[in-house]
């Protein structure tokens, strides 16, 4: 069974960090492209950061670069979204994404999510 568990969110001040964290288990660890995605209240769910498998090439959406981070740990198998410089539009519900890159049919998995809240 394929489990995803973030942690890591809260309440934080605008200017704040915080590190966010997903430990994966029940799948192989390095044949997932790592993600996290955010979902603020009543907007669509958006692609914050991704982190290839092989490559370790990463990606970013505008809004979050220079001030977020991804790296992977692929002994503990975590993912991790270091965030600084937080702004009240940061809020959100941050998902942790884990995409199976053999193959364009790869198996997608979702975290349950976690809420960082950054007060103004």
């Known amino acids: 069974q394929v489990q995803l568990v973030e942690s890591g969110g809260g309440l934080v001040q605008s200017g704040g960090s915080l590190r966010l964290s997903c430990a994966a288990s029940g799948l192989t660890f390095t044949d997932y492209s790592m993600s996290w995605y955010r979902q603020a209240s009543g907007k669509e769910r958006e692609l914050v950061a991704t982190?290839?498998?092989?490559?370790?090439?990463?990606n970013y959406t505008d809004s979050v670069k220079g001030r977020f981070t991804i790296w992977r740990d692929d002994v503990e198998r975590t993912v991790y979204l270091q965030m600084g410089s937080l702004k009240p539009q940061d809020t959100a519900v941050y998902y942790c994404?884990?995409?199976?890159?053999?193959?364009?049919?790869?198996?997608?998995?979702w975290g349950q999510g976690t809420q960082v809240t950054v007060s103004p």
């Open positions: 994404h884990a995409r199976d890159s053999r193959s364009i049919w790869g198996a997608v998995y």
């Open positions: 982190i290839d498998d092989f490559s370790y090439r990463k």
